[in-house]
């Protein structure tokens, strides 16, 4: 391999080492040195790419995120699609590794000053994303009074039935929930 | 003061110092002895009330959440009330400090043994008190197919709202999302 390439699969190793290393051992278990011995990366190496720690857990996150959304569009190329299928696929989101790395470098970032800014901002963008991907593929007509907030209303809810998977597996439940919220989104939108 | 009365009001002294404690500086950052400086309560006598760090914690989320949904069920006297200002109401539940501290319990627990039976089974409990008095301020009749997912999504959607809150100030969206999940909420369960 070129030495570019490779060290573009060392820096993919290591963002998703981090994912998975948040999600698992959450923020006050993860460190540079852990993620680098997951990944099977030398710790100076690892540094390299990432100076602090901040640098490696919010690049993570933003990358796993970006994956994801490459992957959902692709799920539905041809854009608006069957309305309970979009939202089923959405909800998915939030219920993996990816919404509870998120979660606890959220809930990190609420007590830490050097994280609380860049997390801020990470969010901001992800969730502008998000908002974006759930407008095109449910067809929501945005200059429709409401329909704006009717989205957001329905990631909120993604949000926190990702929440309610942290603890224990809520998947049934949550089934029946998608099965209504998609009829009442369906009838909103139309 | 009676020694009764003393000791009870020590107690909530306490539960009400864990729940701020934890609300600001989250688990890592939230142990007996920071709580019984921060309440004026000896060590000694925190110990006392609560043997370990699980038994105060869990307790502190449990009795705030309880003085919640009386607070809740007073501030409308009659039962069923306007669905805008229940929607409202119990969406302010997942906004302040109560929320922040359970938040981080439940991350806690996520990771930590110890916690997790304990929050899984509060966050059980309080669930469902929380999905009662919902159903009962909103005159949901959950004998109709669908109403009680309405109102379960909407409870994960009040929950995803105060995630959203966690690092910015988001009074203004929330209120935007809030007006009309409302009015969907009121025309399903109509």
Not at 115 to 136: F, P
């Amino acid at each position: 391999m070129p030495k570019q390439d490779r060290s573009r699969a060392t820096r993919q190793r290591l963002l998703e080492a981090a994912v998975a290393c948040l999600a698992e051992h959450g923020w006050a278990g993860s460190t540079v040195a852990a993620v680098a011995e997951r990944a099977g990366v030398s710790r100076g190496a690892a540094q390299h790419h990432f100076p602090t720690r901040e640098d490696l857990f919010t690049a993570a996150v933003e990358y796993v995120a970006e994956e994801r959304s490459t992957a959902l569009r692709d799920l539905f190329p041809g854009g608006p699609a069957d309305r309970r299928a979009v939202v089923t696929a959405l909800v998915d989101l939030y219920t993996g590794p990816l919404f509870r790395a998120a979660l606890h470098l959220w809930v990190a970032a609420s007590n830490e000053d050097q994280l609380r800014a860049r997390v801020t901002e990470l969010e901001a963008r992800v969730g502008r994303e998000t908002h974006r991907i759930a407008v095109d593929l449910l067809g929501a007509d945005e200059s429709r009074p409401g329909a704006r907030e009717t989205v957001q209303g329905f990631l909120d809810m993604a949000r926190g039935l990702g929440l309610a998977n942290l603890l224990t597996d809520d998947t049934a439940r949550r089934a029946r929930v998608v099965a209504q919220w998609a009829d009442l989104l369906d009838e909103s939108l139309r």
